[in-house]
């Protein structure tokens, strides 16, 4: 476990470490970031106290599209360990954390392909709001994103709580990583599958071909694509970008 008080991003040190020849379990933590990457390009930043914020380096020797499983197996373990603290939370694909319809959290990973002796750097990135922002949610954030403080009965210390939720989440991820490489990815897709019920049969918005177009949600393939129905009852398959709540 590598501590840092401030760091601009988790996933962007950690990616310096894997290039530099650090291997799989290393955990980059940061008190405060920056610049924190989200998904599609954006920005995730943790003030100081509010979140947890952290990267874990692993290294399976798996084929590129093989590895999209170890994005399915973040979602999960952190869904199962925030369950212990919020019983709805669930998994807005590819990878946002939601309670109710709002972000309480999401990943970000990605492969760094390796030059030596060891296997391609998966780096997984986790962000999880444990507290509002000083001044609470501003602008695009407000009534969209929450926190764990706002949501729990009963007010747990937030250092307490974000240690508890990091050995939480890396003890669900190391068993799930166990049963996957042990017996393939059948179990993990059932608890993938699990993990996004909530969104199963809603309307949603997705991009397809360079617009918005809103979509049914029919359910996740094996492979971890969503799969959708338009308005023409034509079924496809999602494989990339985000998918959003709500109406055109």
């Not at 240690?163 to 042990?182: K, M, N, P, S, V």
Request: proline share 6%.
């Amino acid at each position: 476990l590598q501590h840092e008080e401030r760091l601009p991003s988790t996933n962007s040190l950690l990616q310096q470490e894997a290039t530099c020849g650090a291997e799989a379990g290393l955990v980059v933590l940061a008190d405060v970031q920056t610049h924190g990457r989200g998904r599609q390009g954006r920005s995730w930043t943790a003030p100081p106290g509010t979140g947890l914020t952290f990267s874990l380096l692993r290294r399976p020797a798996v084929e590129a599209p093989e590895s999209v499983r170890w994005t399915l197996l973040a979602g999960v373990s952190v869904i199962e360990a925030t369950k212990e603290l919020l019983p709805d939370v669930w998994l807005k694909w590819p990878n946002d954390i939601m309670a109710a319809d709002q972000k309480l959290g999401g990943i970000l990973c990605e492969r760094s392909p390796s030059e030596g002796r060891l296997p391609d750097a998966l780096i997984i990135g986790v962000g999880l709001n444990l507290s509002p922002p000083p001044g609470g949610w501003q602008g695009e954030l407000s009534g969209r994103a929450t926190s764990i403080q706002e949501l729990i009965e009963g007010q747990v210390p937030a250092p307490l709580r974000r240690g508890q939720l990091l050995t939480a989440i890396l003890g669900h991820f190391l068993r799930l990583e166990d049963e996957l490489l042990a017996n393939g990815p059948d179990s993990l897709i059932q608890h993938y599958r699990r993990a996004v019920a909530p969104l199963i049969g809603r309307e949603v918005r997705v991009q397809r071909q360079g617009r918005d177009e809103l979509v049914r949600v029919r359910g996740v393939q094996d492979s971890g694509a969503l799969e959708v129905v338009d308005d023409a009852g034509g079924s496809w398959a999602v494989v990339a970008g985000d998918v959003h709540l709500g109406s055109l």
